[in-house]
């Protein structure tokens, strides 16, 4: 069965600097890929979810990007962050395509000061 | 677009006691629906699901059942236990996609 690593687990960081969390995914090839938010009483919000190999697309308009340079390692980014980037950050492979079963990763908690 | 209600916790609940937690959903045709839960510092996990109308889904105790003329997924469970605290996601995903729309989560609460 898939697993899914994410990195690092926790992480504070000043406004203004840069941001990398990383998701690799074991047990599975060519997997559709999904980074999504959560924020403080806000629930799970979409961010970008991946087809394939430097295939991205984005749902909402923000501070982040998203790559994939290879078919089971999905990269969140920022170049310069901003307080409302504060949050958990989840990583999630689907295996069987279009049944809309995620397995998620254990998450990233980045706090923004 | 489609989205996702769910009642606003915290649920508090007594152990052994019964759980309902309200879902709605507004969606163009049939999309499949889920419940996912969250246990403190972890993350979601897939709890259970119903892809058509009248389809019950079923694990650990719990239970939902694919209401269309209600747009509605509650989840239900009869009688709790305080390893069931944890925070609970109904979503859906629009037909052939993947892309799950969660609702805002409902944090459950038992207590001994």
């Known amino acids: 069965s898939q697993t899914i690593h994410q990195w690092p687990a926790t992480l504070v960081q000043p406004v203004g600097s840069p941001l990398s969390l990383e998701c690799t995914v074991e047990?599975?090839?060519?997997?559709?890929l999904y980074w999504y938010r959560q924020a403080a009483g806000r629930g799970l919000q979409l961010l970008f979810y991946?087809?394939?190999?430097?295939?991205i697309s984005s749902e909402v308009p923000q501070n982040l990007s998203a790559s994939r340079p290879q078919d089971r390692q999905f990269i969140l980014s920022s170049k310069k962050l901003l307080l409302s980037d504060s949050g958990f950050y989840l990583c999630a492979c689907s295996t069987l395509r279009n049944t809309g079963e995620l397995f998620f990763g254990e998450g990233s908690r980045l706090t923004v000061l | 677009g489609d989205s996702v209600t769910q009642m606003e916790g915290p649920v508090t609940l007594s152990e052994e006691a019964f759980l309902t937690i309200n879902c709605t959903y507004t969606?163009?045709?049939?999309?499949?629906l889920f419940w996912y839960v969250q246990y403190p510092g972890e993350g979601l996990q897939l709890l259970l699901k119903?892809?058509?109308?009248?389809d019950k889904g079923s694990n650990k105790g719990f239970e939902a059942t694919y209401r269309k003329e209600t747009t509605s997924f509650h989840l239900e469970k009869g009688s709790v236990q305080v390893s069931d605290s944890a925070v609970y996601f109904c979503a859906l995903t629009p037909l052939g996609t993947d892309k799950l729309i969660f609702g805002t989560g409902t944090r459950l609460q038992v207590f001994p």
């Open positions: 969606a163009t045709g049939y999309p499949s």
């Open positions: 991946s087809v394939g190999i430097g295939q």
């Open positions: 047990g599975t090839s060519n997997p559709n």
């Open positions: 119903a892809t058509k109308a009248d």
